[in-house]
């Protein structure tokens, strides 16, 4: 695999001013998406000659009519760009691993999903693993291209060349509580509780003990899972990587985020309730994939995603009972809201025009995209007379990610969601706080070694800490020490002496 040099130049800002392709009329909003026959490429009529494109990306499957709607969606793919894909749709807990796999045996794929917190962007960039898309993007994406503000193409930028297409959607993080509706009744909390702080939780984790079955595992707390917002934190490199500022910090003094108060609280704090029996012990930290607990409903609380309008609706619909999430945090809009979910075309990709070409319908075929999303109509799910949809339950379809494969603006409203949830998600995203590194660009170069070094570790130890297995002091105390060794400080100097030059201190 070729070698890219790997600068991050992320610039990023606040606007969200247009919606990306809209969602169809059925759903109450204008639709920008083309469903026309044919290509909406500079090929013009030219004749596309059949391809197969393999695009990798993950959820919680498989399902079992996963190959009966990809093959559904497949007739659209060949009608309009005369392709053929394969749709490799992994369950969580096997994406990352495949993921490694594939591109260091330099396997022919031609898309994958990647972001900052899952399948890393930057890493995979550094390692030239992404093809850059400056020239493929306008040519054969011309309305994704344009319907995406400029600023977040700037925010996926790597040494002046964009790698990343962004999936158009929620862009401000608010650390998000989530909970199956059932059993936090049964725990005195309604829909309208509030909940300040993680800290809030102490009492009914208590009681939860004392009226559910053993295997109810009380919360899910892990420290990488979005708790960045939650503790008042952004992480500068990555979640793994050492390097933070205070997002109420306007001088962004940079500090190790694992030497610092919040990450020391939640190593204290899940060390005892470990030992009170409301962290899973072994089994949620053997797990490879703990989601899976969440999803079979065997824990009361989890942290993880993000608040948005119309959760709880998109939440329900997947789960197939009511299900509610709850803000942890303020909502701030940072570089990371913006690449948390994105696709890469592969640096070895065969056949790049076309899957440049497969993204764009995909952003900009309304039917095309929420065959994906919801399934087939009448089988997976239903629409009904007010525009919205109803998922059919346990009907052998239901990724319930409308984030994950494009814009959201694309998809169908689902029952009981307000009918302008869109209109409500950009209004969030234009007032949330911003950071006070908007517009910042870190270059790694210098410190790539280091900052593999340092995940390496953080890997390492982290899920001791967040299930309080072991003997978590003495293993705090070696973490740190290697985390040193590693050369965080390192990476913490270069980050700040950037972001000194970038200010203009």
């Known amino acids: 695999m070729k070698r890219i040099k790997g600068i991050l130049s992320i610039l990023l800002i606040v606007i969200l001013v247009f919606g990306f392709a809209g969602c169809s009329k059925d759903n109450n909003s204008d639709s920008g998406a083309d469903t026309s026959k044919g290509t909406s490429t500079d090929e013009g009529n030219k004749e596309l000659e059949h391809v197969n494109l393999t695009w990798y990306y993950p959820g919680s499957y498989p399902f079992k009519d996963q190959e009966l709607v990809f093959a559904e969606a497949n007739k659209i793919i060949k009608e309009k760009i005369n392709a053929t894909v394969e749709f490799k749709a992994l369950p969580w807990g096997e994406y990352e691993d495949k993921m490694r796999v594939v591109m260091g045996a330099d396997e022919d794929y031609d898309i994958a999903f990647t972001s900052n917190w899952f399948n890393n962007y930057h890493s995979n960039v550094a390692m030239g693993a992404y093809l850059p898309l400056n020239d493929l993007l306008p040519k054969y994406a011309p309305t994704l291209y344009k319907s995406v503000p400029e600023k977040f193409w700037e925010a996926t930028k790597v040494d002046g060349q964009i790698y990343g297409l962004v999936n158009y959607q929620i862009s401000a993080r608010t650390a998000a509580l989530n909970m199956k509706k059932e059993n936090v009744e049964k725990l005195g909390i309604a829909k309208d509780t509030v909940f300040d702080s993680i800290d809030d939780l102490e009492p009914y984790l208590e009681k939860a003990k004392g009226i559910f079955p053993p295997d109810m595992i009380p919360i899910l707390s892990e420290w990488r899972m979005s708790l960045q917002e939650a503790v008042g934190q952004e992480w500068i490199a990555g979640a793994s990587i050492p390097g933070a500022i205070y997002l109420n910090d306007k001088n962004a003094k940079v500090f190790n985020q694992f030497k610092s108060e919040e990450f020391k609280k939640h190593v204290e704090r899940n060390k005892i309730w470990a030992e009170k029996g409301y962290l899973g012990g072994d089994a949620l930290f053997s797990a490879k994939d703990t989601g899976t607990f969440v999803n079979q409903g065997k824990v009361i609380f989890s ?139 870190f270059n790694p170069e210098s410190v790539s070694a280091e900052m593999a070094q340092c995940e390496s570790v953080v890997n390492e130890f982290i899920k001791s800490f967040d299930f309080g297995v072991g003997d978590v002091d003495s293993l705090y105390e070696k973490f740190v020490e290697k985390l040193d060794k590693a050369g965080a400080q390192t990476i913490i100097d270069e980050i700040q002496r950037q972001i000194d030059e970038w200010m203009g201190k």
């Open 303 to 441: 942290v993880g995603g993000t608040w948005k309008p119309g959760v709880d609706e998109e939440e329900t619909a997947r789960r197939g009972y009511e299900f509610w999430v709850k803000p942890l945090s303020d909502a701030y809009v940072t570089t990371g809201g913006i690449i948390a979910t994105m696709h890469a075309i592969n640096s070895n990709s065969k056949n790049p025009e076309r899957a440049m070409m497969l993204m764009e319908l995909m952003n900009t075929d309304v039917e095309l995209y929420n065959i994906i999303a919801y399934g087939i109509e009448g089988t997976h799910y239903n629409k009904l007379e007010d525009g919205t949809v109803e998922v059919i339950p346990d009907a052998g379809y239901n990724p319930g990610t409308l984030w994950l494969h494009a814009s959201t603006f694309n998809a169908h409203i689902m029952k009981g969601m307000p009918l302008d949830v869109w209109e409500q998600t950009k209004k969030i995203n234009l007032e949330a706080q911003a950071s006070p590194l908007l517009g910042f660009s």
